[in-house]
């Protein structure tokens, strides 16, 4: 199965990323075709091989239609020049960001305030359910959809975190905005467009330094650009490159296509490509390097994460308060939570409590484990995963339309199981039991 490696050396933006899966391989003619299912007017893409510090690759740019529209929060972060044509070489930008306003970031080269495809856009932008139905309604394939919707989601969730609003009340402007739309979206037909290959990545490198906000300057790494590597548990690294390399869109299309992040292992390289942005770093090639690689025999295809594991013993504790816990902590974003019986001291039963949660929330749910619970020290480490590649289908039934998660090893369905909820549903409309419509689901599956 293909693999792709991402060399995040020098950042990662979002039309760094589709550039150099361009330059990989992926057919600019079709991209161009199937990001025209969006039903969004007022632009066009552009892409063209070029040179950054010597280093060839292919700088991918959405340009916009001028409708005479200004921008609401122009500023001096020059990391984001545009290449629109000679004599046209500084457009000011900002970031992939919400309603309420840094005014300091940038789609790395070309995050314009582009709501102005018409007036009301301009002030007003679109939020995540806007931006999702627009995705959800296209003629894009299921997996794209899911994908790129996926993406947003994460910039949403850090945006809200930010700014103290939920998912659905944030109103984005840049990331709302066409180029950033494309972004994201051409990012995914790109990757599709590759052969959906398993995405692996280096560490992450940000750079220092500062950056413009409305209500002053703030330090690197952006705000909702950290909280997007935070909630998957991304390690950063930042070097002496004095701007920002990595922005909130790149940030959130490594968060939900990286498996891994560290050095390549058992890869074969077989193709190279690069993702060029736009101004001229001081200290490194202002690309994205991207390795399309055969995986080494004796290398699965699983997908691979690491999670915090949270311990504590407990002798003391009523069982109603363990049931609150239990509940809260999954309400919370925890991906497991357990009891086992074991033998205490003084011939004690007690109850070894284990939370199993990102390593950016270890320290949330070690601090509810402490106050919540009779603990007196929580015992933490980190443990590795080796996960199936998990996939979404449904298939027809008697009673109805089932949805049905597959687990994939090495390209091949391994696992396939019914979603619970969907069976539910489904038996609820019918007047059946879940287990007949669980059962007939079951048959209905083939691998």
């Keep these: 199965m293909n693999t792709l490696y991402l060399d995040i050396f020098s950042g990662i933006s979002g039309d760094m990323f589709v550039g150099a899966l361009l330059d990989l391989g992926a057919d600019f003619k079709e991209l161009e075709s199937r990001l025209q299912s969006l039903k969004v007017g007022g632009y066009h893409v552009h892409a063209k091989r070029a040179?950054?510090?010597?280093?060839?690759g292919v700088k991918f740019d959405v340009h916009l239609d001028d409708h005479g529209h200004g921008h609401d929060h122009p500023h001096d972060h020059d990391h984001d020049e545009h290449d629109h044509g000679p004599g046209n070489h500084h457009h000011e930008h900002e970031h992939a960001h919400a309603h309420v306003h840094h005014g300091h970031g940038h789609e790395h080269e070309h995050a314009h305030e582009h709501g102005h495809t018409n007036e009301h856009e301009h002030h007003h932008g679109r939020n995540f359910s806007e931006i999702r139905d627009l995705i959800a309604n296209s003629a894009l394939s299921e997996w794209v959809k899911q994908k790129s919707i996926a993406v947003f989601h994460r910039v949403a969730v850090a945006e809200g975190k930010v700014h103290g609003k939920s998912p659905e009340q944030v109103h984005f402007h840049e990331v709302?905005?066409?180029?950033?739309?494309?972004?994201?979206?051409?990012?995914?037909?790109?990757?599709?467009?590759?052969?959906k290959p398993r995405v692996l990545a280096s560490q992450v490198v940000e750079g220092t330094g500062w950056i413009n906000c409305a209500h002053g300057r703030f330090p690197i790494p952006a705000p909702a650009t950290l909280e997007i590597l935070s909630a998957r548990g991304v390690s950063l690294t930042q070097c002496?490159?004095?701007?920002e390399l990595v922005t909130p869109t790149g940030a959130a299309l490594l968060a939900e296509f990286a498996e891994r992040f560290g050095h390549m292992q058992g890869l074969t390289p077989r193709k190279v490509g690069y993702g060029l942005g736009t101004r001229d770093n001081r200290t490194r090639p202002n690309v994205l390097r991207a390795v399309l690689c055969d995986q080494s025999a004796g290398i699965h295809d699983w997908e691979t994460d690491t999670v915090t594991v949270l311990q504590t013993n407990l002798d003391d504790i009523n069982p109603e308060i363990l049931g609150r816990v239990m509940k809260r902590a999954l309400g919370e974003g925890a991906l497991?939570?357990?009891?086992?019986p074991v033998q205490m001291k003084k011939n004690r039963p007690g109850v070894l409590l284990s939370v199993l949660c990102g390593e950016g929330d270890a320290e949330r749910f070690t601090e509810m484990l402490l106050t919540e619970t009779t603990a007196f020290g929580v015992r933490r480490y980190t443990s590795e995963r080796r996960k199936l590649r998990r996939e979404f289908g449904v298939v027809d039934t008697q009673y109805g339309r089932v949805a049905v998660k597959y687990g994939k090893l090495d390209g091949k369905v391994v696992q396939a199981a019914p979603e619970f909820e969907s069976c539910k549903r489904v038996a609820e409309d019918n007047q059946v039991s879940v287990k007949a419509v669980y059962d007939a689901a079951n048959r209905a599956i083939k691998v």
């Design 176 to 195: 709302g905005a066409v180029d950033s739309i494309v972004d994201i979206v051409g990012g995914c037909i790109a990757l599709e467009l590759l052969g």
């Design 336 to 340: 497991d939570v357990f009891y086992t």
């Design 51 to 56: 040179q950054k510090a010597g280093i060839d």
């Design 240 to 243: 002496e490159e004095p701007q």
